[in-house]
Nanobody
Framework: QLQLVESGGGLVQPGGSLRLSCAAS????????IGWFRQAPGKDREGVICISRRDAATTYADSVKGRFTISRNNAKNTAYLQMNTLKLDDTAVYYCAAVRRIWGCPVSSSAYDVWGQGTQVTVSS
């Protein structure tokens, strides 16, 4: 079965950048839409950005528009979240998720079948 593992989180100063990776194993990720979600302490899980099987990206969190970019490398069976100009409010556990879809990528977390364990991103001075 498909498994996902996030990596790349850590501590970064405001204005800095991080690139998160979502490495897939078990099955080829190219048949799936991929979403990135985040959950801050005391907050609900929030859809951030997703990419379709056909590489169409949708940003669902207005606060990250222009700062976050999603991409995928099918040869490496890995998806990425490039995060630039990080803000304090970006602090959260970030999760990648996947669902087999031909068209688009859903924003609802309940639509995704497979989840990684999460990686902590902390933005602090």
């Amino acid at each position: 079965q498909l498994q996902l593992v996030e990596s790349g989180g850590g501590l970064v100063q405001p204005g800095g950048s991080l690139r998160l990776s979502c490495a897939a194993s078990g099955l080829s990720l190219d048949a799936y839409a991929i979403g990135w979600f985040r959950q801050a302490p005391g907050k609900d899980r929030e859809g951030v950005i997703c990419i379709s099987r056909r590489d169409a990206a949708t940003t669902y969190a207005d606060s990250v528009k222009g700062r976050f970019t999603i991409s995928r490398n099918n040869a490496k069976n890995t998806a990425y979240l490039q995060m630039n100009t990080l803000k304090l409010d970006d602090t959260a556990v970030y999760y990648c998720a996947a669902v087999r879809r031909i068209w688009g990528c859903p924003v609802s977390s309940s639509a995704y079948d497979v989840w990684g364990q999460g990686t902590q991103v902390t933005v602090s001075s």
